[in-house]
Nanobody
Framework: QVQLVESGGGLVQSGGSLRLSCAAS????????MAWHRQAPGKQRELVAK???????NYADFVKGRFTISINNAKNAVYLQMNSLKSEDTAVYYC???????????WGQGTQVTVSS
């Protein structure tokens, strides 16, 4: 089992930036990919960005050009640099790890991001 610890959320004004971090421990060597998802009140959880250990990246259309995901394989950590934040980016952001061989997901506890307009 993998434990994921997120940090970096908070309150920021519209147009501002935040950087989220997620560190994995125990069993991290079996991680194939890591991702960030978010869930706003009353909405379903949605994918924000995903990165594999090999560096392949996918972004949701609504963050392209504003958010950047990166991975540090040596530290088993994933980061999300969020720029040009909008009020609609307000949500709880969750880190996810996908484990070999079946892609079994493990989730972090979530970190709140609030963007004031």
């Amino acid at each position: 089992q993998v434990q994921l610890v997120e940090s970096g959320g908070g309150l920021v004004q519209s147009g501002g930036s935040l950087r989220l971090s997620c560190a994995a421990s125990t069993g991290a060597s079996r991680i194939n990919a890591m991702a960030w998802h978010r869930q706003a009140p009353g909405k379903q959880r949605e994918l924000v960005a995903k990165i594999t250990r090999g560096g392949s990246i996918n972004y949701a259309d609504f963050v392209k050009g504003r958010f950047t995901i990166s991975i540090n394989n040596a530290k088993n950590a994933v980061y999300l640099q969020m720029n040009s934040l909008k009020s609609e980016d307000t949500a709880v952001y969750y880190c996810k790890a996908e484990m070999s061989p079946w892609g079994t997901p493990y989730w972090g506890q979530g970190t709140q991001v609030t963007v004031s307009s």
